[in-house]
């Protein structure tokens, strides 16, 4: 068991990089608001302190931030995908790139996440791949209540 933050944490997605480390990625609530919450462990299962000082990285990027996908670019960066509740009934869409060493990918959106309002309401992305030549392909909904797409 390893503990992230201060409260509750929950890994949504996992994935093995070609070296055997599992990157793991969720999120941890501090009883106050829910962050991004990654950690990579050593193929024994230990923290790998390569990965920022301690094997865990939290970002902030609104109140609430939720992620629930995971995935290794060929160059080793980390990306996962899922959602910021602006407001309540408003969620934009993220996409946070970390770079090997745990470190956000400034060269990726604006410091390293990309948000995207699809449209009215809650906007949430739920898995993500990364094709052979680098691009992303995320699928999630836009919409609110029944009226989903």
């Known amino acids: 068991m390893v503990e992230i933050g201060t409260s509750t ?8 990089q070609t070296d055997g480390k ?18 990579r462990l050593n193929s024994d ?3 790998d302190n390569t990965f920022s000082f301690d094997g865990k990285v939290i ?8 992620v629930r996908a995971v995935t290794i670019g060929q160059n080793g960066s980390i990306t996962v995908a899922g959602f ?14 970390y770079n090997s060493d745990g470190t956000l990918d400034d060269s990726f959106g604006v410091n390293g996440v990309v948000s995207k309002d699809f ?23 836009t919409g609110s209540g029944s009226a989903s797409d």
């Open 119 to 141: 449209g009215t309401g809650d906007d949430e992305l739920f898995d993500l791949v990364i094709d052979g030549s680098g691009k992303i392909l995320a699928c999630g909904r």
């Open 84 to 97: 910021s509740q602006v407001s309540i009934g408003d969620h934009l869409g993220i996409l946070v790139r």
């Open 9 to 16: 944490d929950v890994i949504y997605d996992i994935a093995i």
């Open 59 to 66: 970002t902030t990027i609104e109140d609430d931030d939720l």
């Open 45 to 47: 299962g230990s923290l």
């Open 22 to 39: 599992i990157v793991c990625a969720g999120i941890t609530y501090d009883g106050l608001n829910v962050d991004v919450a990654v950690i």
